[in-house]
């Protein structure tokens, strides 16, 4: 191609952070405010029971000001003592990443990796919570939505395993690429502590995360010989000082930014978000079903039950990989994420894999921007391709 088509408004393509909606960036955009009292105050007060309506519980909910790496942290500081083991199934980069954290403050970690395109074997994870006769296992980390490999998890059916081996160990669930855009029941589903971070579904720029707790956690937590001060979720769920729900200043701007927002979720409603990113999600399989019709074309997840609403994970192999996301960021100012993990460093195969982000403030528009981009990439750089893709999307967005 002769003519770049790239100038005009960038779309970043990638499993967060996510597109920022103008009223986000419009809320953020004003002098620093008093955070003493006034608007600030009241505002962060309001949130706390949005952020419980997105995540489905009537419990607890921590702010931290930290990427989602924090939340993983501040989690596993309130309930891990040094010496705890922890059981943590895998399948995809983020379950090892919070192990390594969880190693790191001195639990054991019992790892069951599943590898790097199918979802738990809940037969295992039964086996090994049934092995454990002396209830050593304190808690099981359980990454909803697997970023790297694009894995959404069966939550529920892991906590029906919990009951039935009747193993008392706490359910932690990271929902950092899935709330707000993947269905979530935290209080229906069982799960006794949650973290997530404000830049994926929740449409915010990176900077805040949260840990939400039930009261089986906060129990977990009184026991505890002692919690870091900064960690500790206690003050920050139950704040007397205003000051005390960040540990120190307030993430001014990022409060503006999360009430507008929460205020974007719930015009909506979320049952209708899940809707739509479900839908959305659907019109990126279809055309990925004709697109590897004729070439390499393949996405990670072979069964839809468990692919994630948003983010897909694709195999082109190595030596399209790479060069179609160059290709679409140099021409059309389409960004798509990189592969992550997926194959071992240095191994050229681990070009062929990119990642797709269709989380948060994205419409039926935008997708089929995003797969107008993939098939005129793939046309320009002679990538086999099956044809009528971009048909079919359509048809799913048109509810056909
Ligand atoms: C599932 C999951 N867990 C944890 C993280 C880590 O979050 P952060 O990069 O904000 O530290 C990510 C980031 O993409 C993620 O997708």
Same mark, same amino acid.
Request: proline share 5%; glycine share 12%; net charge neutral.
């Given at each position: 191609m002769d003519l770049s088509v790239a100038q005009g408004r960038e779309y970043l393509a990638i499993p967060g952070p996510s597109v920022i909606p103008d009223a986000v960036l419009q809320a953020m955009h004003r002098p620093a405010p008093n955070i003493y009292a006034g608007d600030l105050v009241d505002l962060t007060r309001s949130l706390i029971p949005d952020l419980?309506? %997105?995540?489905? /519980?009537?419990?607890?909910?921590?702010?931290? $000001?930290?990427?989602?790496?924090?939340? *993983?942290? !501040?989690?596993?500081?309130?309930? @891990?003592a040094p010496g705890d083991t922890l059981l943590v199934p895998a399948c995809g980069r983020f379950a090892h990443g919070w192990a390594e954290m969880a190693n790191g403050l001195g639990a054991e970690t019992q790892i069951l990796d599943f590898g790097k395109s199918a979802p738990w074997d809940l037969n295992r994870i039964a086996d090994a919570l049934r092995a454990d006769t002396a209830h050593r296992i304190k808690a099981v980390l359980a990454v909803h939505v697997d970023t790297s490999s694009s894995i959404r998890n069966d939550i529920p059916a892991l906590r029906r395993v919990l009951d039935e081996t009747g193993h008392p160990a706490l359910l932690m669930a990271d929902c950092i690429a899935s709330?707000?855009?993947?269905?979530?029941?935290?209080?229906? *589903?069982? %799960?006794?502590?949650? %973290?997530?971070?404000?830049?994926?579904?929740? #449409?915010?720029?990176?900077? #805040?995360?949260?840990?939400?707790?039930?009261?089986?956690?906060?129990?977990?937590?009184?026991?505890?010989?002692?919690?870091?001060?900064?960690?500790?979720?206690?003050?920050?769920?139950?704040?007397?000082?205003?000051?005390?729900?960040?540990?120190?200043?307030? &993430?001014?701007?990022?409060?503006?930014?999360?009430?507008?927002?929460?205020? =974007? $979720?719930?015009?909506?409603?979320?049952?209708?978000? *899940?809707?739509?990113?479900?839908?959305? !999600?659907?019109?990126? *399989?279809?055309?990925a079903d004709a697109w590897a019709q004729d070439g390499p074309f393949r996405l990670n997840v072979a069964d839809p039950a468990y692919r994630s609403h948003a983010v897909t994970a694709i195999d082109l192999g190595a030596q399209h990989g790479?060069?179609?996301?160059?290709?679409?960021?140099?021409?059309?100012?389409? /960004?798509?994420?990189?592969?992550?993990?997926? !194959?071992?460093?240095?191994? &050229?195969?681990?070009?062929?894999?990119?990642?797709?982000?269709? #989380?948060?403030?994205?419409?039926?528009?935008? @997708?089929?921007?995003?797969?107008?981009? =993939?098939?005129?990439? #793939?046309?320009?750089?002679? $990538?086999?391709?099956?044809?009528g893709a971009l048909d079919a999307a359509a048809a799913v967005i048109a509810g056909r």
């Open positions: 419980r309506r %997105v995540a489905r /519980t009537e419990h607890h909910v921590a702010i931290y $000001i930290s990427n989602g790496h924090g939340a *993983w942290e !501040a989690a596993l500081s309130n309930v @891990i709330l707000g855009c993947d269905r979530f029941e935290m209080d229906l *589903w069982g %799960v006794d502590v949650m %973290v997530t971070g404000c830049q994926k579904g929740l #449409m915010v720029p990176p900077g #805040m995360s949260f840990v939400f707790f039930n009261p089986r956690a906060a129990s977990a937590r009184a026991a505890m010989p002692r919690v870091s001060r900064y960690w500790d979720w206690s003050p920050r769920a139950n704040p007397e000082e205003f000051y005390q729900f960040f540990g120190g200043t307030a &993430p001014t701007h990022h409060l503006y930014g999360l009430r507008a927002a929460l205020d =974007l $979720i719930h015009a909506e409603g979320i049952d209708h978000v *899940w809707d739509r990113h479900e839908r959305l !999600a659907q019109a990126i *399989w279809a055309a790479t060069a179609l996301r160059d290709w679409v960021s140099d021409n059309m100012g389409l /960004t798509l994420g990189i592969g992550l993990g997926m !194959a071992p460093p240095g191994d &050229p195969a681990a070009h062929g894999f990119f990642r797709l982000g269709h #989380m948060g403030h994205v419409n039926g528009q935008m @997708i089929l921007g995003l797969l107008g981009g =993939l098939e005129t990439g #793939m046309c320009a750089l002679g $990538i086999p391709h099956g044809r």
